[in-house]
């Protein structure tokens, strides 16, 4: 990494310090890890104000891939779930990158365009710390196309806006009306703080289910556009709340809910991210296969919710990331419930959960799990873990 962008990415760093940020490892070096900070002293307030009014995340650590060249669309195309060269100029989708038995190598956001002078590019946001797995995989898959790789995670910065009011903060920095209404659709926008002149790109996206837009920089730029949120008293968030939203919202994470083991049939909402109407692509086969043949899946990811309070279920967060407070995972095994518990009928194990967290929305702990094909109807009353906690599966949130 440039020296020049550590240093910026240091001064990022401290400003969050500065306002209150706890970091997962505040004296680790690298920028990527200690990154992810957690929260800014009151998880609590900061899920508050982004269910009621806006929040703003620092996701940097965000994995960014361009792909450029006369024929990075067509090998998007065949090595991708969606459709590709369908998107217009701004315009994007939701994807996964598959092996040939159709197992999740990534799972992204891709869009057409980039910055000014820099348009005819194909962008992909991967899960943070999966941006070289996913590189690789793109790499190996490269024939002779001309397609031209490039890792931005370092160089771009990324902030997520998201609440009620986000559109309305995003008005007024930068001066007019954002032209997003609909889902991964992208704009360049220009803003002006001080005397620096900011080039963004601005995407509406839902991870978390609110109205949410992720918005990139260079990370020249990113401490004056950090300034300028900190500077209107816009309300700052970590990764406690992000992962609490994005389990109400039933998203899962590649790492966490998903890995290269999980057949991409299984996930939630394969209808947006797998197109039936494109020509070949990796994993094709095992995907037609199922839709064709068998119909359904051995295991879909679904919600649940445990239908009583558990004691302490207030501390059941952060319990999901590997870089999230090291004292909470010290403590799982005193715990009801953890990620990776089991889930049973009567004494027949039909499932497992992957996440689980506090829900202040349901005043409950809420999990994502897989559930075995014939008991996944939404209403069924299932147990979690060696304790047998009572729980209920519950539909994807529309």
Known sequence: MDQSIKTIQHDLQELWINQGAIFFNEGDSDFTRS??????????????????????????????????????????????????????????????????????????????????????????????????????????????????????????????????????????????????????????????????????????????????????????????????????????AGEYTYDILRIEAGHPIYGIDIDDKRFVMELPRVQRAISYQKGCFIGQEPIVMVRDRTGSVARTLLPLKIIDPVPGQENYIGLNNSFLDRSLKEDSEKRALSPKDKIYIEDKEVGLITSITYSPKFDRLLALGYLSHGHQEIGTRVKIGSSRIDAIVCALPE
């Open 35 to 236: 990154s992810r900070l957690i929260h800014f002293g009151n998880w609590q307030e900061e899920y508050r104000s982004a269910t009621a009014n806006v929040a703003l995340f620092d996701r940097s650590s965000t994995g960014k891939i361009e792909l450029s060249g006369k024929e990075a669309g067509l090998f998007l195309q065949n090595s991708s779930t969606n459709q590709i060269l369908s998107l217009k100029l701004n315009e994007g989708c939701e994807l996964y990158f598959c092996n040939r038995t159709a197992r999740v190598i990534a799972h992204c956001n891709a869009f057409y365009g980039g910055f000014p002078n820099h348009q005819s590019v194909y962008r992909l946001t991967v899960t943070p710390g999966y941006n070289q797995q996913l590189l690789q995989h793109l790499d190996r898959h490269i024939i002779s196309e001309e397609v031209i790789l490039e890792d931005k995670t370092d160089s771009l910065a990324q902030f997520h806006l998201c609440g009620p009011n986000a559109q309305t903060i995003l008005n007024s920095c930068f001066g007019e009306s954002i032209p997003l209404t609909q889902l991964f659709h992208q704009t360049n926008l220009s803003f002006k703080h001080r005397e620096h002149n900011i080039d963004c790109l601005v995407a509406l996206v839902d991870e978390t289910g609110l109205p949410g837009y992720d918005i990139q920089c260079h990370f020249s730029d990113a401490i004056h556009l950090a300034n300028w949120f900190i500077g209107q008293n816009i309300p700052l």
